[in-house]
């Protein structure tokens, strides 16, 4: 009789079939790029972009309360999450930077500046908000700024796809503050 249960058990687990995973990549939000019909007046290198350990991970993250995070198993970032943060700074700065060269490798210029992020927070949130947190800084010669950041967007549609254009958005929006910094620097 063990067999039979044992058997059937075998059977049922064969026949159940795996969750299927979903990849995600931040969607570009530049609509119009600067053409500086090749002049390059000032320069900025993302030297670096860092994410808490917690969003380091392949799966996205939503908070389920004041103290919970889930890292989800079957919704993923199709890269590490840094490198997706990092190349979207590089679009959205060189489309809001007209006349500036904007790279992730050194530039080897006095005319460079260099800016450095670490993401705190870059999830979903129980009550429909997103979240995109932490502070960057931004070097220019000697003149150094350095800046908290914390954007709260609410998601009106259901589901990861609604969640990781919220994400960009938000993203974005730190990007465009980026940039009016850098400008006056």
Same mark, same amino acid.
């Given at each position: 009789?063990k067999?039979?249960i044992m058997? =059937?058990v075998? !059977?049922?687990?064969?026949c ?5 995973? @979903? ?7 530049? $609509?119009e790029r600067a053409n @500086?019909?090749?002049?390059? %007046? ?9 994410v ?7 799966? +996205?993250?939503?908070?389920t ?10 919704? =993923?970032?199709a ?5 997706? +943060?990092?190349q979207?700074?590089v679009?959205n +700065?060189?489309?809001s !930077?007209?006349?500036?060269l904007?790279? @992730? ?5 006095? /005319?460079?500046?260099? +800016?450095?992020? $670490?993401? @705190?927070?870059?999830?979903? /949130?129980?009550d429909?908000?997103?979240i995109? /947190?932490?502070?960057? $800084? ?11 950041? %914390?954007? =709260?967007a609410?998601q $009106?549609?259901d589901g ?7 994400l960009?958005?938000?993203w974005k929006? %730190? ?5 009016? /910094?850098?400008?006056? =620097?």
């Amino acid at each position: 009789m063990k067999w039979k249960i044992m058997a =059937l058990v075998l !059977l049922l687990s064969a026949c159940s079939s795996q969750p299927q995973k @979903t990849y995600y990549q931040l969607p570009s939000l530049v $609509t119009e790029r600067a053409n @500086t019909g090749g002049m390059v %007046e000032r320069q900025l290198w993302i030297e670096h972009v860092a994410v808490a350990d917690y969003l380091s991970g392949s799966g +996205l993250v939503y908070q389920t309360n004041d103290v919970q995070y889930v890292v989800a198993n079957n919704n =993923l970032w199709a890269s590490a999450l840094d490198q997706q +943060l990092q190349q979207s700074l590089v679009e959205n +700065l060189g489309a809001s !930077l007209p006349g500036w060269l904007v790279s @992730t490798q050194p530039l080897n210029s006095d /005319r460079q500046m260099i +800016l450095n992020v $670490t993401v @705190t927070g870059f999830h979903g /949130r129980y009550d429909g908000q997103v979240i995109v /947190r932490g502070e960057w $800084t931004l070097r220019s010669g000697d003149r150094i700024v350095k800046h908290p950041f %914390e954007v =709260l967007a609410k998601q $009106t549609d259901d589901g990861y796809d609604a969640l990781v254009k919220v994400l960009a958005s938000a993203w974005k929006q %730190e990007a465009d503050i980026i940039a009016k /910094r850098a400008i006056n =620097l």
